[in-house]
């Protein structure tokens, strides 16, 4: 695995791919590849006419390639349900969930959900499930989710409600690290609950390593904001090598589900692709199994496939 780079992406041919957080960063150079390769990329995004010129600049390059570019706002409940009711029409061989927000000022959507938690666990809790059915039907279909290794630093607790409020004393970065322990327990598990049904759908998780994306150049809201984005430039991979972990995830054949992919080292340097262990707090079950119930509670979104499962 340790030469895994994007000539070794393999073709995509006949493959339909939901890419969430298309129109930036990672989530572009994802669809991008896959698209160069023959797959039938969506663009899941909220800046429709921002994904319109990726889009068109893309097929500049490759008149072959198929996109779409259709709306998604992972902070309101009725954009996902439109979203899903668009793309399940037709069977969903993968859906890569890559958007996400990172260290931003405390803000609440409609429902009064803290923003982080909202978008880069529920609205994807939510997306997921309605397109499970549509992934059932897929070719060897996989959820890859994107998290980070910050989620060691994520702290969970769902007996109080910070994760919702963000708490009387929010930190930006505690709540996007509670984010991404978040993801990594849905991710896992997703995985358990797809096996207890013999789905053939598989959820993998990948984490990119640190990347001189927008999330990290395009950051103003705070005095360490303006330090992290000339740092990034320095130490951060540039996104077309940051992407190859979620790359690795959403295509190699044969990948067990509840896999955890990502870089050898989180900076700049060498990108050696590697199938990661898991560590605390990811690996609790229990927390696993009640942030899934919490999720379901919250977004009213049950499968009905996976609640059967338990
Ligand atoms: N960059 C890193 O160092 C790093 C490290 C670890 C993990 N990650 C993870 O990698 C993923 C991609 O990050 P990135 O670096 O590519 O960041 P990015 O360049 O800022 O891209 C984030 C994407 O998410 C989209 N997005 C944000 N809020 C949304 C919403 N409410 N609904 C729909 N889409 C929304 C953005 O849309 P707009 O274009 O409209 O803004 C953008 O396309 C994230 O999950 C992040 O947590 C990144």
């Not at 895994?4 to 989530?27: F, K, N």
């Not at 789905?199 to 998780?205: A, F, I, K, M, W």
Request: charged share 25%.
């Amino acid at each position: 695995m340790s030469t895994w780079d994007l000539r070794d992406v393999p073709d995509q041919q006949g493959r339909r791919v939901v890419v969430t957080g298309a129109s930036s960063g990672l989530g572009l150079v994802v669809a991008r590849e896959l698209a160069k390769r023959g797959a039938r990329v969506v663009m899941a995004v909220r800046d429709v006419a921002k994904a319109g010129r990726h889009r068109a600049e893309l097929l500049s390059e490759h008149r072959a390639a198929t996109v779409d570019v259709l709306p998604l706002d992972l902070l309101d409940p009725a954009s996902i349900r439109e979203f899903a009711a668009a793309v399940t029409a037709e069977p969903v061989d993968a859906l890569l969930n890559v958007a996400g927000i990172a260290g931003t000022p405390l803000r609440h959507n409609a429902q009064g959900w803290e923003s982080q938690f909202a978008t880069n666990h529920l609205g994807h809790f939510a997306l997921t499930t309605l397109l499970l059915d549509a992934l059932d039907r897929g070719w060897e279909p996989r959820v890859v989710t994107v998290a980070s290794a910050v989620y060691r630093y994520g702290k969970l607790d769902l007996d109080g409600a910070d994760h919702l409020t963000g708490g009387r004393r929010y930190s930006p970065m505690r709540a996007y690290a509670r984010s991404k322990l978040a993801n990594m327990l849905f991710g896992l598990e997703l995985d358990r609950r797809l096996r207890a049904t013999s789905s053939p759908v598989r959820s993998v998780l990948a984490h990119p390593g640190m990347a001189s994306t927008p999330m990290n150049t395009n950051r103003c809201h705070t005095l360490l904001d303006h330090l992290i984005a000339p740092v990034a430039t320095v130490v951060a991979r540039a996104p077309e090598d940051a992407a190859l972990p979620i790359l690795y995830a959403a295509t190699v054949p044969e990948l067990e589900g509840g896999t955890f992919v990502g870089p050898h080292t989180e900076f700049r340097g060498p990108m050696r692709v590697t199938r990661r262990p898991v560590r605390p707090p990811a690996d609790d079950r229990d927390l696993a199994e009640r942030l899934w119930a919490v999720s379901e509670e919250l977004t009213g979104m049950r499968s009905a496939m996976l609640s059967r499962a338990c």
